[in-house]
């Protein structure tokens, strides 16, 4: 089955620096990579996502780079805010996120210093 | 729409009782899935339902663990006899065009 390992597992930026989380599947069937931010007490939140036809999507101040070839796919946040402290999970998916359902990273705890 | 609805919040109980957690799914989508999260094992698929039939039970640890999802707008998932290893936090999700939707989960405290 698929296997993902997502790094770091803390990381702590200043507010307005940029933040880098990198994530490897095992699975080369794997196509699509959905991040998601889990804030305390709430359940995942979706918050980007890219397909494996593209290798990089952007959303304002989020962004996805994905490597096929050396499997791996990373999450970017430009001018950090408060507010974007949280955990962060990674996740691969060999069916589109279908019916297969989703295979986790275990997770970067993002802190923005103030 | 209220989105995916978990119940209850937390759950305290004793080790050997039964226990019943519960999600609404977004109404209309019809695919639904139970995660586990633990500090030490992050998110777990545990089963997922498409159409309300069990798809894949792989994820589901012990023969302790059941889950049914009766119609398109209920699931349960039932521990029994619990145990304190089964202490975690619980998600439902629905499977939308864009990505999953979690409900806010349910903690569960096995002591």
């Known amino acids: 089955g698929e296997n993902v390992e997502q790094h770091p597992s803390t990381l702590s930026v200043q507010e307005g620096d940029s933040a880098v989380i990198k994530c490897t599947y095992s699975d080369s069937a794997s196509n699509y990579f959905p991040w998601y931010k889990q804030e305390l007490g709430k359940g995942p939140q979706l918050i980007i996502d890219i397909r494996s036809n593209v290798g990089e999507k952007k959303d304002q101040r989020i962004a996805v780079t994905l490597n096929k070839t050396a499997k791996h796919f990373s999450l970017h946040i430009t001018e950090t805010q408060p507010e974007d402290s949280a955990v962060y999970f990674c996740?691969?998916?060999?069916?589109?996120?279908?019916?297969?359902?989703?295979?986790f990273g275990k997770g970067t705890h993002l802190i923005i210093q103030p | 729409d209220a989105g995916v609805i978990q119940s209850p919040r937390h759950e305290v109980t004793e080790m050997g009782q039964e226990v019943t957690l519960r999600c609404k799914p977004i109404s209309g989508h019809n695919s639904l899935f139970w995660y586990r999260q633990t500090m030490m094992r992050g998110l777990e698929l545990l089963i997922y339902f498409n159409n309300n039939v069990p798809i894949d039970d792989s994820g589901m640890p012990e023969d302790r663990f059941s889950a049914k999802m009766p119609n398109a707008s209920f699931s349960t998932l039932k521990i029994q006899p619990s145990e304190p290893r089964d202490s975690a936090v619980y998600f439902c999700?629905?499977?939308?065009?864009?990505?999953?939707?979690f409900g806010s989960g349910t903690r569960l405290t096995v002591v």
């Open positions: 996740a691969a998916s060999t069916t589109g996120g279908g019916a297969d359902g989703l295979t």
């Open positions: 999700a629905n499977r939308e065009f864009y990505g999953y939707t």
